[in-house]
């Protein structure tokens, strides 16, 4: 399963930005949301989650699942937790 800092991470890296400031230009986000995916346990929404998908050359199903999936755990569904994580591998 992929976690929303791990895939900030990766674009970072794949695309050689220098800050989450040039992550938000990037994805074409306020600066504040890429604070919220970094420190606030925010996760990307699904438009935001496909693009990511698209910029690192990634399963979409696998991106948008893990968001989901990610979410669930925060939230302690355990029902939606199960189900997100098997389409997020």
């Keep these: 399963m992929l976690k929303t800092t791990d895939l900030l991470d990766k674009l970072k ?9 040039a992550i938000a230009k990037k994805l074409g986000v306020k600066p504040s949301c890429v604070s ?29 699942a893990s968001m989901h999936a990610e979410r669930a755990e925060r939230s302690h569904d355990n029902n939606a937790f199960s189900f997100w994580r098997e389409y997020a591998a």
């Design 13 to 21: 890296a794949a695309y050689n930005l220098p800050s989450d400031y």
């Design 36 to 64: 919220r995916y970094r420190n606030h346990g925010g996760t990307f929404d699904d438009s935001i989650a496909l693009e990511v998908a698209e910029l690192l050359e990634l399963n979409p199903l696998s991106v948008v």
